[in-house]
Nanobody, 126 residues
Framework: QVQLVESGGGLVQAGGSLRLSCAAS????????MGWFRQAPGKEREFVAA????????YYAESVKGRFTISRDNAKNTMYLQMISLKPEDTAVYYC???????????????????WGQGTQVTVSS
């Protein structure tokens, strides 16, 4: 059974930084493309970033490009999201997600991600 557990969220002032982690278990982590999504109150879940199964390709939403960096350590079965220059509009619950098919391309479509974590709250104060 695949499990994804996020950590690293919290309260930070605008302009600050946070690093989120997603620890995966239950299957061979290195075979699967992973992604980060977020959902703010009253809004739909939106794509943030994705990283290919081997880590060579990263794909970002325009709203976070240049500020967020996605990475993964396949030896540790962990994915990361380094966030800098945070803005109040980045406030949301951040979810880690894993695609269901091995060796897939990066994608911003939530429907391609079969496994989700429970989420971690990120709050950016102005």
């Amino acid at each position: 059974q695949v499990q994804l557990v996020e950590s690293g969220g919290g309260l930070v002032q605008a302009g600050g930084s946070l690093r989120l982690s997603c620890a995966a278990s239950g299957r061979t982590f290195s075979r699967y493309t992973m992604g980060w999504f977020r959902q703010a109150p009253g809004k739909e879940r939106e794509f943030v970033a994705a990283i290919s199964w081997y880590g060579g390709i990263a794909y970002y939403a325009e709203s976070v490009k240049g500020r967020f960096t996605i990475s993964r350590d396949n030896a540790k079965n962990t994915m990361y999201l380094q966030m800098i220059s945070l803005k109040p509009e980045d406030t949301a619950v951040y979810y880690c997600a894993a695609q269901g098919e091995p060796y897939s391309s990066t994608s911003s479509s939530p429907s391609l991600y079969d496994y989700w974590g429970q989420g971690t709250q990120v709050t950016v104060s102005s």
